[in-house]
């Protein structure tokens, strides 16, 4: 199914999951899309392995963690950040290194003080890798951490790549 890319989303310096100065880092862009649906896009390298040519299943919760985590911001911009309370992984088979992978996440339950949601790992010919489920605590950046905008380069940064239509 095809989806118009609303927007993009902020990255950081030195995230392990968005920081594009982090040299061991993901380095994962990620997009709003039309259906309500956070996409993240990354390319995992051999410093991400667990077993020769396998992204490590730590590395895979990370980024299913942090996709599902940030859907939160579709519907709230940066008034609303979501910190895991509990995340489940189920893991259906392995993630290559060295190719583009793409993560699905979106919220499926809110109440006032926190949100749920799911996710998936899909792999070049669509199947999915791992699925994730997770508990996240709504709260204002100044709740979490010592968070300066421009110290941190939370920006978004547009790429010459980034798509206007995807296809899940």
């Not at 992984?89 to 993560?103: G, M, N, S």
């Amino acid at each position: 199914m095809r989806h118009l890319v609303k927007g993009k989303q902020p990255n950081s310096k030195m995230c392990l999951v968005c920081g594009l100065k982090n040299s061991s880092g993901l380095r994962s862009s990620f997009y709003e899309m039309d259906n309500g649906e956070l996409l993240a896009v990354f390319k995992p390298m051999t410093e991400h392995q667990s077993y020769p040519g396998r992204l490590h299943g730590g590395i895979a919760t990370a980024i299913l963690d942090e996709t599902i985590g940030r859907a939160i911001m579709i519907k709230y911009s940066q008034s609303v950040w979501g910190v895991t309370m509990e995340f489940t992984t189920r893991y259906k088979q392995p993630i290559p290194l060295d190719e583009e992978i793409r993560v699905i996440g979106r919220v499926t339950k809110e109440t006032k003080r926190h949100f749920e949601g799911t996710g998936e790992i899909l792999l070049k010919d669509g199947s999915v890798a791992a699925e994730g489920r997770g508990k996240f605590l709504k709260l204002p950046i100044e709740k979490i951490a010592d968070f300066d905008v421009e110290e941190q380069e939370w920006k978004v940064v547009p790429a010459d790549d980034d798509p206007e239509m995807v296809e899940i």
